[in-house]
């Protein structure tokens, strides 16, 4: 199975953006779905950016608007680009994929700190 690699995060101020990037060690052309997760100590991972190899995307309203997912089959990448961060926005992010239509099996990369701050 493909390995996942994220990069990306870092110390942003509020209102700043950030690019993600998640870099497969395969091909992603047919895995069903890649998406963003993130957590946050003591809370459940939570989704925040999906895409579906139909180009189908998803949003939570916590993000809608300010986050934008994109996925390169060619490249193997899927990248998250923030825009006017909260300091809310600051968790582990994980990048993940789903193989097929049923939610299992899922593949988990190491996840990158984002931090937003004055």
């Known amino acids: 199975q493909v390995q996942l690699v994220e990069s990306g995060g870092g110390l942003v101020q509020p209102g700043g953006s950030l690019r993600l990037s998640c870099t497969a060690s395969g091909s992603i052309f047919s895995i069903f779905a890649m998406a963003w997760y993130r957590q946050t100590p003591g809370k459940q991972r939570e989704m925040v950016a999906r895409?579906?190899?139909?180009?189908?995307?998803h949003y939570p309203n916590s993000v809608k608007g300010r986050f934008t997912i994109s996925r390169d089959n060619a490249k193997n990448t899927v990248e998250l680009q923030m825009n006017s961060l909260k300091p809310e926005d600051t968790a582990v992010y994980y990048c993940?994929?789903?193989?097929?239509?049923?939610?299992?099996?899922?593949?988990w990369g190491q996840g990158t700190q984002v931090t937003v701050s004055s």
């Open positions: 993940n994929a789903q193989p097929g239509p049923v939610v299992k099996n899922l593949i």
């Open positions: 895409i579906t190899n139909d180009g189908d995307t």
